[in-house]
């Protein structure tokens, strides 16, 4: 079993625990550091970890933990690209569709051409962003024969963008076409409907992009880290998962700031445009910072999946009750 999922199996076994581990992890400064300390964080952690629980006993290797936490793929021990990291999923996400609120607000402005496109372009880069960073994070251990995982993957992917990128620019383009004048329309579209729909389409490209885990299956391993087999119920298990925890982040992010704008707007708090527009923004970036480790919490990163559960196979082959896999990110 890798590091990182041992280090996850014994200290993030709460909620709570894997809140406060995450908040640690997500550190922008780790993006900072380079391969050759990752590599030496990895090889720390190689020599040190003996026990369960050693590692939480020592500073520097808590430190080289966070480093390979935030850093490495754990199915394959490769260094993940800095931008794919989960420290630097803060800022991308975010300032996609931060960019996309003026564009909101004035779109009787803008030709409707230019807004269409415009708003296409911004939901285009987020699930871009947010596809690329799940293939890089998910489960790197789906077995199949005949063609190759991720290529596979790069064509669902591209599929997956381009139709969440419609479906996503699609009410608000129409509103501006056909419901410019209609109060209702534009309460439903521009405050009520945006959140929800970047969430649901989250979980779609989610599920998308790592369908060849539940079709083909992943590794599962008892608690010595031992392979027990290849399960597509623990694939189904880990999309799923997963699929859930990135809709909790994206349609509450950009779901609660539309709700609390509605009341700064009614209690004239903010009197200006401009005044509005960085109220927003600061609500947007602080409920991503909360949200973010909050989101990744929500289950745990080493899965459990109990031998009951599990194919006939599976579960005839090994004695141990529960069985763990890696449910990436």
Not at 298 to 308: D, F, N, S, T, W
Request: aromatic share 10%; hydrophobic share 45%; glycine share 6%.
């Amino acid at each position: 079993m890798d590091a990182n999922l041992q280090f996850w199996r014994t200290e993030g076994q709460s909620f709570f625990q894997r809140f406060l581990l995450w908040v640690d992890a997500l550190d922008p400064l780790l993006l900072l550091k380079s391969s050759d300390e990752i590599r030496s964080s990895r090889l720390l952690l190689q020599n040190s970890l003996k026990t369960p629980s050693e590692p939480i006993q020592n500073d520097q290797t808590r430190q080289a933990f966070l480093l390979s936490l935030s850093s490495v793929q754990p199915d394959t021990g490769h260094i993940t690209p800095v931008m794919c990291r989960p420290p630097a999923k803060f800022f991308l996400p975010g300032n996609c569709l931060s960019l996309s609120l003026p564009i909101h607000k004035s779109s009787s402005l803008h030709p409707k051409f230019m807004f269409a496109y415009a708003l296409w372009f911004l939901q285009f880069a987020f699930h871009t962003y947010t596809t690329v960073f799940t293939l890089l994070n998910g489960n790197h251990t789906a077995k199949a024969e005949g063609y190759s995982i991720s290529e596979k993957q790069i064509y669902l992917g591209l599929g997956a963008i381009s139709y969440a990128s419609f479906i996503g620019a699609f009410p608000l383009v129409f509103m501006n076409h056909y419901m410019s004048k209609n109060p209702l329309g534009q309460l439903v579209v521009k405050k009520l409907l945006h959140g929800p729909l970047l969430g649901l389409m989250s979980t779609f490209t989610v599920a998308v992009v790592r369908s060849p885990e539940f079709e083909n299956g992943i590794e599962v391993m008892d608690r010595n880290g031992n392979v027990v087999g290849v399960s597509k119920k623990a694939g189904e298990k880990a999309v799923k998962e997963t699929a859930l925890s990135r809709a909790a982040l994206f349609g509450t992010t950009f779901f609660l700031p539309t709700v609390l704008m509605s009341f700064v707007e009614r209690t004239k708090l903010a009197k200006t445009p401009r005044a509005l527009s960085s109220v927003r923004m600061l609500l947007i970036t602080s409920l991503l910072a909360g949200m973010l480790p909050a989101s990744l919490s929500l289950y745990p990163q080493c899965g459990q999946i109990k031998r009951a559960d599990l194919e006939p196979e599976i579960a005839s082959s090994t004695e141990a009750e529960e069985l763990f896999y890696n449910r990436g990110i």
